[in-house]
Structure formats: structure tokens, C-alpha cells
């Protein structure tokens, strides 16, 4: 008798044609691969700078609003100094640099002497929390220009005392900005006893 072999199933036919056709990746799909892979690294890598540079400014912001508050409370709190349009709180737009005050503030013999030394403090802390700061604190009735953008310009008069705060920042080009082209915080205040 003859013994009789079963036929091979397909499935079993099919891949053993499989194993011997797909015996790997080339080197040719490898190395397509890879420049794939470091395209999109490149990509994420860009991203990751974009995102830095955007948080660093959103800080200077945040920084440059909460020491116009603080600056703002101060002339809201002295009343006699800034019953007369901010007196010694008024600083002509300029650079910022670290200033000496005459007396420290619990030891100031009256309120102008106080403003003075709050006003000096609080320009010491700006120039060093703001890269290249610029600040202005006037009375400015016009803040703003007809198209809404802050303007360094003010106009003297009025009982709204401006507190304007600019600093060296980069465009979206990475060119760095001169901090005197426009403020970017612009805070109006009314001084306390006016309305």
C-alpha cells in the first residue's frame, strides 16, 4: 500500500511564499525613514524655541502689570502727594535705572519724602525685573492714540495719572525691540479723593 500524503493546506503555502519574498527592511526605507523622523523633530525642535520666547514675554507682562498695580496703589494711598496731579510720583519717560532714595519709607519725615523714596524704590525694582525697561508716570488724559495703540506722549493735563511701562522684546522675526517705540502695559489711575 502506498501511503497517501494529505495536501498542504493554502494558509501553509502562503506563507511559506511570504517568509522567502519579505526578508527585511532595505537600507533604501531605512534611511527614508530617518529623514522622515528628523523632519518632524526639526519641526518640534522650532515649536519648542517659539514656545520659550512667548513664555519669557507673557512672564515680562505679567511682571510689567503687577508693578504698575503696585505703583498705582501707591499714589492711590498717598493722598496729600497725589491730591496735586502726582507731584513727586511723576517720572518723564526715560530709561530706568537703579536710583538711591533719600530716606527709607518708614523713616521718610513727611509724604513728599515718602513718594520720593517709594518712586526710587520702585524704579530700582523695574530696572531690574524688565529687560532694558522704559517708564513713564504722567497725568494723561489721552493714554492711547486714535487707533487704540499705547503711546509714550502725554498730554500733562487731566487727573488721570498714566503709569506706562516699555522694555526690550523680540518681534516675530526675533529682531529685538527698542523698549522706547511704544509702552506695552499702559495704566490709568485716578488718584484717591478725585473722581
Known sequence: MQATTAPTPIWQRRCAVTRRTQSGFSLLEALVSIVVLSFGLLGVAGLQASALKYSRDARNQAIAVNLAREMAEMIRS??????????????????????????????????????QAQKNDWLTRVSQAL????????ADETPYDKYGVPQWACSGS?????????????????N???ANVRPYVTLPVTPAGQQ
Open 131 to 138: 529687560p532694558g525697561a522704559w517708564a513713564a508716570i504722567c
Open 158 to 174: 487731566g487727573n488721570i495719572i498714566a503709569i506706562k511701562l516699555g522694555w526690550e522684546r523680540e518681534d516675530h522675526a526675533g
Open 176 to 178: 529685538v525691540q527698542a
Open 78 to 115: 498717598n493722598i496729600t502727594e497725589s491730591a496735586g496731579g502726582g507731584g513727586k510720583y511723576l517720572y518723564q519717560m526715560a530709561a530706568v535705572t537703579p536710583a538711591t532714595s533719600p530716606c527709607l519709607p518708614a523713616a521718610c519725615a513727611n509724604t513728599g519724602d515718602l513718594a
